[in-house]
């Protein structure tokens, strides 16, 4: 398990929709998808500190080998959020924080099995979310990227470009899953994102989500459902389009949506 063998890591832009993500596939029986745990990044970024400079103090002053190190690492972060994986019926572990996307890299060389979900959405979008979000840093003052435009953006640009740079990178271990694709096309979408995770579509992804949350709506009633998962519509940020920089056009370009 310290390979990352079953391990599966979404990342993205915050308000992209990695939650609604979870509430989808935490209906599959063969699915463990808890909340952000923060733990992946944290542990990653320190992997990479220690696969530096870092490294060779630990090699002179404490014997230790890169490879060593790694394997420590690795099995502490899989010790930590790995549990339900010793369960039966569970063989696909889902962490979802969503800055996991800031450390695709180094968790691929830190579990060289595990398998990366990058969760995508319009920039306007998201910066219209991120706007609407009350998040303060310890001043008491509102961060930048939830109180002005330019900055909500120019935060989705940066990340949303650190994700796409991971997926060049991770080639076939890192697949690429839209917001717009899971509202309009949810079974679909969310079939090849199973299948990448090694596991067959099950109706379970959509019928625990009514049971638990939406049990006044109709199991065929799939856009209420994900309607009212989200409380956000495609297009929101329109008003945002004076906003829009020539980079905040050219990622979104990049990521295919319409400018």
Wanted: charged residues 25%; hydrophobic residues 45%.
């Amino acid at each position: 398990m310290s390979d990352g063998d079953g391990f599966v890591f979404l990342g993205g832009v915050p308000r992209s929709g990695l939650t609604l993500v979870r509430r989808l596939v935490m209906g599959h029986p063969q699915v463990h998808c808890g909340g952000d745990t923060g733990l992946p990044t944290s542990i990653a970024m320190q992997w990479q500190n220690f696969a530096g400079s870092l490294g060779d103090m630990h090699a002179r002053d404490f014997g230790l080998e890169s490879r060593q190190v790694r394997t420590a690492m690795a099995e502490l972060l899989t010790g930590l959020i790995g549990e339900p994986l010793k369960s039966d019926s569970k063989t696909v572990l889902i962490e979802k924080t969503s800055l996991n996307v800031l450390a695709f890299q180094p968790l691929a060389e830190l579990l060289p099995k595990a398998r990366f979900v990058h969760v995508v959405r319009d920039g306007r979008d998201v910066a219209a979310s991120l706007m609407a979000r009350d998040w303060r840093g310890p001043d008491g003052r509102p961060f930048a990227h939830v109180s002005d435009p330019p900055a909500a953006l120019k935060y989705w640009t940066d990340i949303a470009g650190i994700g796409v740079a991971a997926e060049a990178a991770l080639k076939d271990r890192c697949l690429r899953v839209s917001y717009e694709d899971l509202v309009r096309a949810p079974k679909l979408t969310l079939t090849t994102l199973l299948r990448f995770a090694g596991l067959d579509f099950d109706t379970g992804v959509f019928g625990d989500v009514v049971d638990n949350d939406f049990t006044a709506l109709e199991r065929d009633s799939l856009p209420l459902l994900l309607g009212r998962v989200v409380k956000t519509r495609i297009g929101a940020g329109k008003a945002l389009a004076g906003h829009v920089t020539d980079p905040v056009r050219a990622r979104l370009v990049e990521l295919g949506y319409r400018v």
